[in-house]
Structures are given as structure tokens and as C-alpha cells.
């Protein structure tokens, strides 16, 4: 399984990014996709959740400045990310769960929040 994640970059503070998760048709249409972000010398941490049939999850960090979606045609999960602050910096990752508690992880997207 091979998800693809991509969109990070150097942003303001108060700056917004998008970032992408492309995924294999059968794990985009059948099993949750995550973002998850980890932060130089800390743990990896959940940041989103949507699910196949769009009901999505946040953690209190980012709720209300991001959004996660999914675009059916093109097979692949979003992270509307607004409102950035310096804490939001780390790589970024995406994780697909599979049936028998597997997960898949894509390679990680690196989003910086600095003036």
C-alpha cells in the first residue's frame, strides 16, 4: 500500500497550506485515512480522521482551523490547514488503516510556520 503525501512548505504565522494524501482506490474507499504530524523530538501525534463515509475527527489543537476531506475522483484525503501557528510546525504524515489493526503510512510532508 502506497500513499503519497505532499503539499508542505514554509508559511507565516496566520499563513494556510493544503496538504494532499493520494491513496490506492481500494484503501481510499474502504478504510480511514489519518493525518498524524510529529514535531522535532516529539512523539507523532493525531491530528485528523475521516472516515468512508465523511464523518471526520480532530484533536482540540487544530479544531476549528482545520478541515479534512476527500475527493472521490481523484482518490485522494486533504488537510486544509488555516490560521497556522509556530506549534503546527513538523512533518506530516498520512496513515490509511487497514482490516487486522495494520496500518500503511505515507513518507511525510514537512510544514514550517515561521515569520
Known amino acids: 500500500v502506497q500513499l503519497q503525501a505532499s503539499g508542505g512548505g514554509l508559511v507565516q504565522p496566520g499563513g494556510s497550506l493544503r496538504l494532499a494524501c493520494a491513496a490506492p482506490i481500494s484503501i481510499f474507499r474502504l478504510n480511514d485515512i489519518s493525518w498524524y504530524r510529529q514535531a522535532p523530538g516529539n512523539q507523532r501525534e493525531f491530528v485528523a480522521k475521516?472516515?468512508?463515509?465523511?464523518?471526520?475527527t480532530y484533536s482540540d489543537s487544530v479544531k476549528g482551523r482545520f478541515t479534512i476531506s476527500r475527493d472521490r475522483a481523484i482518490y485522494t484525503v486533504f488537510l486544509q490547514m488555516n490560521n497556522l501557528e509556530p506549534e503546527d510546525t513538523g512533518m506530516y504524515y498520512c496513515?490509511?488503516?487497514?482490516?487486522?489493526?495494520?496500518?500503511?503510512w505515507g513518507q511525510g510532508t514537512l510544514v514550517t510556520v515561521s515569520s
Open positions: 496513515k490509511a488503516d487497514l482490516p487486522g489493526f495494520r496500518s500503511s
Open positions: 475521516i472516515i468512508p463515509a465523511g464523518t471526520t
